[in-house]
């Protein structure tokens, strides 16, 4: 009955590699979230999707991808991974930012992704 | 720019209070959120802060001053597994939650 569930929780693979990390929620929230935290702890949004709405961090690059199959998935694809894109990637959900104000976000597990 | 000032480390005894404060400055206000992150683990919601004052829930309180854009996170009666990372975020104007680093508690016996 997990909230959020991400997969895989760890994932160690070769620069220049493609890959992708799974997200799920079963909350029926209407927005998804693809956040980044790094070494010092930051979590960085990365993106944010609602079905009609697709957010992109403008500091992004444009090697990241969500996927969006349906209102309750929203997959990160990585492509020609760099040592740099070690991090943890946490998805999150939570109902329509504006209409649910007073709801936080429901993160996953994480994935930890380590480039070597 | 927008920033989320909170102080990076904190270090309280067993049974003691500690009180964490969060500094915002950020392009509009729709509320300020405090989340708990255990080391490895995902952030878990807390506390929301939309209007002046002081909000409890348990061992656990919140308190906003949106004029002097400052919030703080209090804690009494810490425990051993309070010692996590708390996290102030804001939602600004355009609904965007806006982190702060974060502020690592470690509680001593």
């Known amino acids: 009955d997990t909230a959020v569930s991400q997969t895989p929780k760890y994932l160690v693979t070769q620069m220049g590699n493609d890959k992708s990390i799974k997200c799920e929620q079963n909350?029926?929230?209407?927005?998804m979230y693809w956040y980044k935290q790094d070494s010092k702890k930051f979590l960085k949004i990365m993106f944010s999707y609602n079905n009609k709405e697709l957010i992109i961090n403008e500091t992004v690059p444009n090697r990241f991808s969500p996927k969006s199959p349906d209102k309750a998935h929203l997959n990160l694809h990585i492509n020609s991974l760099e040592l740099g894109d070690s991090a943890v990637y946490f998805c999150?959900?939570?109902?329509?930012?504006?209409?649910?104000?007073?709801?936080?976000?429901?993160f996953g597990s994480g994935t930890r992704l380590t480039v070597v | 720019g927008q920033n989320i000032d909170q102080p990076t480390e904190m270090t309280a005894t067993e049974g003691a209070i500690v009180q964490i404060n969060c500094t915002y400055q950020?392009?509009?206000?729709?509320?300020l959120f405090w989340y708990q992150q255990h080391a490895g683990e995902a952030p878990t919601f807390l506390s929301y802060?939309?209007l002046d004052g002081l909000e409890e829930k348990g061992r656990f309180s919140s308190f906003l001053s949106r004029s002097k854009g400052y919030s703080y996170l209090l804690l009494k009666e810490l425990q051993m597994k309070d010692s996590a990372s708390y996290l102030c975020a804001v939602k600004d104007s355009n609904y965007q939650l806006i982190w702060g680093a974060g502020t690592k508690l470690i509680i001593k016996p």
């Open positions: 950020t392009s509009g206000f729709n509320g």
């Open positions: 802060n939309v």
């Open positions: 999150a959900s939570s109902h329509h930012p504006q209409t649910g104000t007073n709801y936080g976000y429901t």
């Open positions: 909350l029926g929230h209407d927005t």
